[in-house]
């Protein structure tokens, strides 16, 4: 048994033992929020979903499809579906004797979540995918057992088993800090606070491009309330035009290009990373393509900011050689 194993049994073997005057219902409840917990650290949902056109979409279903008949291949694979992710977590659960379902919640959305049915009879939801951002960039899930576990209870359970020391630790409090800092700042100097502040960044090292843009997108909302702040989807290209990446922007709109400053979003930092005008024409030129709809109004208002620096560059490149 090598030490993570072991550590996994010895996690599970506390979960096992309960705690003082803990029901045989709540052991069963926090073992399936134990798995969901740990899935959510493993995996990550496939870009194409998000980012992808109409091809690219019907081809990554297709292969959730064969993923979730052919779960080995949804385990070996770090980015999944809906589709995939939730029946690799029914899987899972059925091992270990907890009884888990697939479900189509809403006949008119192809989307896939969970239920979970306890010895008990009691039924729980569980939707993974929509949580796996939370959990990768440690804030409260929201979709374990949504309107069936209260929200003290969770939070104990959440601490029981490690996911956070006490209800201080989720990401949710410190960005609340984020947003006192934020309050009085102008539209520039508070996306600038609000990306590079460690409390929006620490600790999300290599979350993939598809759970660092909900997350970031839910940071927006959050903290700065604002509908001037612009996030967009990147692709990277190479010389042939294949995507070979994904990444996404943030943006202010000052409405002044000399206070405009974007934000490029860096897996293997886990951050935000300021990138000039300048820079960004740069990268667009070596394969970058700015948003998934070039004619949106967020990518045409930052080319048109992109515009002003070469014009004005050109202006004083004129005026130097005169």
Known sequence: MTEIE??????????????????????????????????????????????????????????????????DRAVRKRKLTCISLSHLYKKILNSIGIKCDVVQEDLRDAHLN???????????????????????????????????????????????????????????????????????????????????????????????????YKYYNAVRVLVLESEKIYQIPCFLKDENGKKIGYTFCIYADTGDYKKVMPYLYSKKRGKMIPTSLELLAELENEGLQLGKDKSSKKVRRLKKYMKELEKEREKNYIEEER
Do not use: H, W
């Open 6 to 71: 072991k550590k996994l049994y010895e996690e599970v073997e506390n979960i096992l033992n309960g705690e003082e005057g803990e029901t045989k219902e709540d052991i069963e409840i926090k073992l399936a929020l134990y798995v969901y917990i740990k899935l959510a650290k493993l995996k990550s949902c496939d870009e194409r979903i998000y980012f992808g056109n109409k091809q690219e979409i019907a081809r990554c279903i297709r292969e959730s499809k064969r993923d979730s008949v052919e779960i």
């Open 114 to 212: 969970n239920l979970i049915t306890l010895k008990s009879g009691k039924k729980i939801t569980a939707d993974l995918q929509q949580d796996l951002y939370r959990i990768q960039a440690k804030m409260k899930p929201v979709f374990f057992g949504e309107n069936e576990i209260s929200k003290d209870k969770l939070t104990q359970m959440l601490i029981d088993i490690g996911y956070v020391d006490s209800k201080e630790d989720f990401r949710n409090n410190k960005l609340g800090k984020v947003k006192k800092k934020v309050k009085d700042l102008s539209l520039d100097e508070a996306l600038k606070e609000m990306l590079e502040s460690k409390e929006t960044y620490e600790g999300m090292e290599f979350m993939e491009a598809a759970e660092a």
